[in-house]
Nanobody
């Protein structure tokens, strides 16, 4: 099982920003691994927020976060980030990083980012709370 650890969550006011980090242990995130951010709000199913494909760097964003969130890799640091701007109360939830060693690109990253269809390894999650 691949190990990833999330950090960077916290309490922020509406319209504020946070940057979440996903660090890998024992493997190289940019080498053949799809990586994604998912979130689960209280009483709701976990949903894909943003994912990045390993073969071509293609990205997926949920409609609710387009224009506000940005996923990025730092190969030197072996990290993947989720920059979250203009946060809204509905962004509140536990944010999870997931990875999988899988050969996918632009055509598959949206499907991978449903969080259900592949064999993911999950982090423990980090809480994000946005107050109004």
């Amino acid at each position: 099982q691949l190990k990833v650890v999330e950090s960077g969550g916290g309490l922020v006011q509406q319209d504020g920003s946070l940057r979440l980090s996903c660090s890998a242990s024992g493997f190289t995130l940019h080498s053949g691994y799809a990586v994604g951010w998912f979130r689960q709000a209280p009483g709701k199913e976990r949903e894909g927020v943003s994912c990045i494909a390993p073969t071509d760097g293609s990205t997926y964003y949920a409609d609710s976060v387009k224009g506000r969130f940005t996923i990025s890799r730092d190969n030197a640091e072996n990290m993947v980030y989720l920059q979250m701007n203009s946060l809204k109360p509905e962004d509140t939830g536990v944010y999870y990083c997931a990875v999988e060693e899988v050969y996918i690109g632009a055509l598959q990253i949206t499907h991978w980012c449903d969080g259900k269809s592949y064999d993911y390894d999950w982090g423990q999650g980090t809480q994000v709370t946005v107050s109004s």
